[in-house]
């Protein structure tokens, strides 16, 4: 969501354009316009910026399908192995450069510590000292060193084979109450009649949903029900929990119904 601030506080001259990606009507994927843009819009040394998995803030991912369509327009002549089957495809492709930028704030719990790491895919074997300079350089520039906290935290985890899988299990838990939340909160919408189709919930994936509601009935939730969204109607499906999403699927439906 900050990749255009970054990129005006990184440098200013560079060209930034967008791709249609989310479809507020149908509060769906807009595969066509985003491989329209694609198609037509980017050239040859052009950064494209594509989220791998749970996409921010629409939930909305690209399948598998979908992510080969993307890799062939360059080159046409809840487990960890399918979030990362769309960079594995990618760096299959002979020439692909990427670079793959990595969070552990969610998946570890490490907020605070911002952790994470950046894998560079380059073309050649012999431009990697250049790159690795160039890293080192930012690197310095801009926070001198890393913290060593949360990465020794994630090593620990991620270099011992009984605390990886502990990790990997816990994290299939989670992703799957997540998925229990959003069938249990458009379960209830639909057993209350709410106006509208919901399961864009369900279809979409991650700690976040665009619910379709707009900023007049959000402005309600947080007024009347004490609810927090942001306008846009956007929500944290990790928020919700057995036993505040009947609430929260009433309060849905009174502002929704207000509306109609």
């Known amino acids: 969501m900050n990749h255009a601030l970054i990129w005006e506080c990184a440098d200013s001259t560079v060209t930034q354009k967008l791709y249609p ?8 994927l807009d595969f066509e316009g985003m491989m329209a843009s694609l198609e037509v819009g980017s050239q ?8 791998a998995c749970a996409h921010n803030p629409t939930g909305l991912d ?5 992510w080969v369509a993307i890799a062939d ?7 960890f192995d399918d979030d990362a089957w769309a960079i594995r495809h990618f760096a299959s492709r002979p020439s692909m450069e990427m670079a793959v930028a990595q969070s552990f704030s969610k998946n570890f719990g490490l907020y605070g510590e911002r952790v994470g790491a950046l894998h560079i895919l380059a073309s050649e074997p012999g431009v ?6 160039q890293l080192v350089r930012v690197l310095r520039s801009e926070i001198s060193s890393g913290t060593a906290f949360g990465s020794r935290v994630a090593a620990e985890v991620l270099y011992d084979s009984e605390l990886k899988a502990r990790f990997l299990e816990e994290n299939k838990r989670m992703s799957e109450r997540i998925k229990d939340m959003r069938a249990a909160l458009v379960a209830e919408l639909e057993r209350l009649g709410t106006p509208g189709d919901w399961s864009h919930i369900t279809n979409q994936i991650g ?3 665009y619910t379709g509601l707009t900023a007049q009935q959000v402005q309600e939730l947080r007024q009347k029900h004490h609810i927090y ?8 499906i990790s928020g ?7 609430r929260v699927a009433a309060a849905i439906n009174s502002v929704v119904l207000g509306q109609t």
């Open 44 to 51: 040859p040394g052009d950064v494209v910026i594509l989220q």
């Open 128 to 133: 990697k000292p250049a790159v690795q300079s």
């Open 21 to 28: 990606y989310y479809h507020a009507a149908t509060r769906s």
């Open 73 to 79: 327009i360059w080159f046409a002549s809840g487990n």
């Open 62 to 66: 690209l399948n598998k399908e979908q």
């Open 229 to 236: 969204l942001f306008s846009s109607g956007r929500a944290s």
């Open 207 to 209: 700690m976040f949903s």
């Open 240 to 246: 919700l929990n057995p036993n505040n999403v009947v």
